[in-house]
């Protein structure tokens, strides 16, 4: 037993390192592993801005939700989100899309942020583009569904 020992030893380590490299490359992505599943479901809430399904869209969030859009007064609840969202769906053209960066989850609280870009037709018919980042902080309900409390996203300089 002593004999193998010393190579138990050596693969115990190179795993270790292995895990290790591993923990760091995905550290380095932005995406806390224990928040995928948070991740995923941004993803999900941006394909559904992307397909213009506000119903969908609009269960992403709390019934107490806080979302702050740009250059708008803070909106409380769900209802004043929706509303808020079906008018920039309504928008001609509209489009939006976002990319969770990174995420992280601690008990029953998490949040998501990255990036986003939208694009739509102003009064005058010229296409407007925008990039931008974002933040929302998602709270983990008794029933396990994750839903998003503070949403917060705002346009990069021009």
């Not at 609840?77 to 969770?100: H, I, N, Q, V, Y």
């Not at 992280?104 to 939208?118: K, P, S």
């Not at 569904?145 to 990069?156: F, G």
Request: with cysteine; net charge positive.
């Amino acid at each position: 037993m002593q004999k193998h020992l010393p190579r138990f030893l050596a693969v115990a380590v190179i795993c270790a390192c292995f895990i290790a490299l591993a923990t760091h490359a995905i550290a380095a992505k932005g995406i806390d592993p224990s928040a995928r599943a948070l991740a995923a479901l941004d993803k999900e809430w941006s394909d559904a801005a992307g397909a213009k399904n506000l119903d969908k869209l609009a269960s992403f969030y709390a019934e107490d939700a806080v979302v702050y859009p740009p250059n708008e007064p803070v909106l409380n609840g769900r209802a004043a989100a929706r509303k808020a969202w079906g008018d920039m769906l309504a928008m001609p053209e509209f489009k939006m899309s976002w990319k969770t960066e990174s995420a992280g989850v601690n008990g029953n609280l998490g949040y998501t942020a990255g990036t986003f870009e939208d694009s739509y037709k102003d009064a005058a018919g010229k296409t407007v583009s925008e990039k931008g980042k974002y933040l929302c902080v998602w709270r983990k309900g008794a029933d396990g569904k994750w839903q998003a409390i503070h949403d917060m996203w705002n346009s990069d300089s021009k």
